[in-house]
């Protein structure tokens, strides 16, 4: 069974300090891994798609790395904005469309 | 173009009674899924749909869950007999199948039974 964990469970960081966000997975054949930013009350905003080890992808502050067990989830000099809770998932090439997804990680930025 | 919509926002009921929540995907995505979300976790996939045809459905799906999705269109979550235990937040998700895997997410319906 396909299995997603991310650590920390949850992480303050102070306005302008660096970190990363670690998620390991096992999956079968994985088809594509996804990270997602939740706000409280909404639901999941897509960030970012990888798809095989090696990849990197970003967007603002954030950048998306891939490996064949893990990823990461860099943000570089938050900002307060930047405090949600963030998901990630993995397709398995086994299923038709279902997501796993991690129990996310709560990040809290203080000005 | 307009996200995933879901209606209605949040629902409270009391148990024993059956709710029943909308989702309108982005439109030309044929691909639709529906998740539940507890607190304090990821969300936790149903089911999922290709056109009209249900293609997955998961073992959280009891035989009080039923959904569907008439025409390929707007699908709807039909859960029976609530209990206190369904209270979640249900969210549906689309995407747009061939040329692309990703999930977009609607706002959710917060459920809450009584």
């Known amino acids: 069974e396909d299995q997603v964990t991310q650590s920390p469970e949850a992480l303050r960081l102070q306005e302008g300090e660096s970190s990363s966000l670690n998620c390991s997975y096992t999956?079968?054949?994985?088809?594509?891994l996804f990270w997602y930013r939740q706000d409280p009350g909404k639901g999941p905003e897509f960030l970012f798609t990888l798809y095989s080890a090696g990849e990197e992808k970003e967007k603002e502050r954030l950048k998306a790395t891939l490996t064949k067990k893990e990823s990461f989830l860099h943000i570089t000099a938050p900002k307060p904005e930047d405090s949600a809770t963030y998901l990630c998932a993995v397709l398995s090439g086994t299923s038709y469309g279902k997501l796993t997804f991690g129990q996310g990680t709560i990040l809290t930025v203080h000005p | 173009d307009t996200g995933v919509s879901q209606n209605p926002r949040h629902k409270i009921t009391k148990r024993g009674q059956n709710v029943t929540f909308r989702c309108d995907p982005i439109?030309?995505?044929?691909?639709l899924y529906w998740y539940r979300q507890t607190l304090g976790q990821g969300p936790e996939f149903l089911t999922y749909?290709?056109?009209?045809?249900?293609?997955?459905k998961s073992r959280l799906l009891s035989d009080r869950f039923s959904a569907e999705r008439p025409k390929g269109s707007f699908s709807t979550l039909e859960i029976q007999r609530t209990e206190q235990g369904d209270s979640a937040m249900y969210l549906c998700?689309?995407?747009?199948?061939?040329?692309?895997?990703?999930?977009?997410f609607g706002p959710g319906t917060r459920l809450t039974v009584l």
């Open positions: 439109s030309e995505h044929n691909r």
């Open positions: 749909f290709q056109n009209e045809a249900q293609l997955e």
């Open positions: 999956v079968s054949g994985l088809r594509g």
């Open positions: 998700a689309s995407s747009p199948g061939t040329g692309g895997d990703t999930q977009y």
